[in-house]
């Protein structure tokens, strides 16, 4: 069984231990990836339709690699009811949440003659890697991106075993207005998405989730395109304070339930419980099975002290953090390292996968103290432009002599110089 | 003797190879850097010192790394009053329009009992690294910083050859109210600040310039450690188009000036420029003398449609753009690719360089496809959250049911489900 800790117990060994997550790069797996780069970077479609016999098990033909539009542009209206239901309430909330996230482009002039701006550009074209089925991953990738004003959006995911990709996906790209649709997955649909081949057309970034393999190549190819964060286990890390109006057995269900909802995503997996109670802890620490707790990483403790447990939390930096009962709740202002928090015992995590609003591609393995979830600002790049007049120059010159002088910049003064000069 | 081509008459490979830049990242320095992160990581500022006496040709003694707050903090007010106010402009221009780039915290309610908000948070600690003597470099990147409401801000910078730092960037350090100051440049001082040693603690995030060396560390700590993005070659591409009210004569002159202000920023360095008039292009030619061009890149060509020059920029993606001559400034709207854009002949390069205002750490090999200029939004992170009532989860469950079941996620529908059940 599990054991159940007292935080405040722990030395820092075992504290390190806790928070080191390995990095989502494997290096055996980078190896292997390499070679898929390489061949697609080479041989295009021969070597897409070579690897995904060689690792889907599926056999296409040169034309099974397109999902072509006329066949998906209509696939939400043939889906059935209670899915067009759902996808149109998760792209509603997604959108009213996301809409507030474009940066504005702005113009000012910030001394006589010398006007400044900024403008707000989305990407042209931009590659969804959308892992197999899920069909909520494309919703959040790709409504920001919409609302970006991207101009092509471009899928990948899985092929079925018998070709094509699934009508929910297809349902769900028809709905977002997806562009382009390939039924290809992997490492191959990244370097397709990279280098481009005879059938796919290389973009500017690629985003989504994927497993090790599909980290591992968006690694390796960042330079040439942009990417987002690299996606490692999902994790989530409960924080549960006394809570009123919920009995100690319903407290202890829903914990469980939070747990195993997580312990779904497979190996790698984290889940961590800090519980206010003691009792708590060791209630879930006897429910759960430990055939459940099989290559994932699952940590019971107690805390005393609240600001210990969200000090713990902060260095943890989860992908997704439950702050249960109103002390914990009132925390928020001072959660900085996380993906996306979860307040209260009415905020299981699976809503916010799904259907609230906020986006569930988010920063794991401690990426949060340097990256935020997926949003519009993904899409989107910033160019700033000037127009200085003859009176601006004069105002600047001054501090353009002194600086480039400091730094050796002589031909930079000149430049400058050379506006001042009679004509 | 320089040759001029018309655009149009390029074939594709000769487009290609104007296109084409390195990667910042040269598999030879990778190799060398990899070590010097490895040393460090294991025996922390003994390496330090090692790599400081051997790179730099400094000796610095254990205590020569940091510059203590109490010798810069009042570093402003000792230097030339003409540096002083240089300084101050810089700042006040920097701080005026990186002011309106932070994201703002926002709370919205999607649907009865569904309150969902996103939280704006800085990084808690930064490194900047300056270049020897790039005292607008620190300006640059302080600045946002500052803004964004950074914890602690870290400057590491090469050291003098008798120690210590140069008095301009001691000035720039006071009156950007850096936090620590430290003598420590190259590949060693971003393991510094990746690692941690027992001088330097480790931060969130990286950002700043740096020549091959810094630019490879940054990249091989990047899954560590937030980066910016990686620093190549300095670019510029000018459009001249026709102008007026300045003669053939000035014009050219000025075009010459602007080259060579970006000559001067050293090998691998770019200079292209497409003139509407073939003679400008032939007049610069005649001017520039071939030793001026030794290990740079520089290409003078002329157009005759507008359009494709600009359809070139596009595909260039420049660091720096210069569109020069009122049809050549129109186009801002199409331009899709670039870090800056510098509008009219009155708006040498330079001017931005240093102190109207905008930001110089820019895109440059091709980045600018999907990366942006330097600015706040790189110094914070967005925090996501959502609290959800009974009422909310009534509404959102069926979504989630339907979802979770195309997805095989059984138990992320069991826990929403858990919420409806009698307590």
Known sequence: MIEVRALASLGQTALDSLLDRPSPLLPKVQRAVAHVLHEVKSHGDTALLAFTQQFDGVRLSPDGLRIPNAQFRHAFDAVDPALRAAL??????????????????????????????????????????????????????????????????????????????????????????????????????????????????????????????????????????????????????????????????????????????????????????????PALARAVADALDPSELHQRNVALLSYERLEQAIDFANQYAPEHLCLWGERAEAQLPRVHNAGSVFLGPWSPVALGDYTSGTNHILPTARQGRFGSGLGVRDFVKTISYQRISPQGVQHLAPTVEVLAQVEGMARHADAVQARLEPR
Chains 1, 2 share one sequence.
């Open 88 to 277: 149109a309430q998760a792209k509603e909330h997604l959108e009213r949440f996301h809409e507030r996230q474009r940066p504005d482009d702005y113009e000012l002039t910030v001394s006589p003659g010398v006007q400044l701006g900024q403008r707000v550009v989305a990407f042209e074209r931009v590659g969804l890697y959308v892992p197999q089925n899920l069909v909520s991953s494309l919703l959040m990738a790709a409504v920001p991106a919409r609302l970006a004003g991207v101009g092509q959006l471009v899928v990948c995911t899985p092929p079925q075993a018998a070709g094509g990709v699934p009508p929910a996906i297809q349902a769900a790209a028809s709905l977002l207005e997806v562009d382009e649709l390939y039924a290809l997955g992997g490492a191959q649909a990244i370097a397709a998405l990279a280098y481009g081949t005879q059938t796919i057309a290389k973009v500017d970034k690629i985003v989504g989730p994927g497993n090790a393999y599909v980290t591992a190549a968006k690694a390796q190819v960042r330079d040439l395109v942009g990417i987002d964060l690299l996606a490692g286990p999902s994790e989530v890390l409960l924080v549960v304070d006394r809570v009123a109006d919920v009995s100690e057995d319903t407290l202890s269900t829903w914990v469980l339930a939070e747990l195993r909802a997580q312990l779904e995503h497979g190996p790698g997996t984290s889940a961590l419980l800090l519980a206010r109670q």
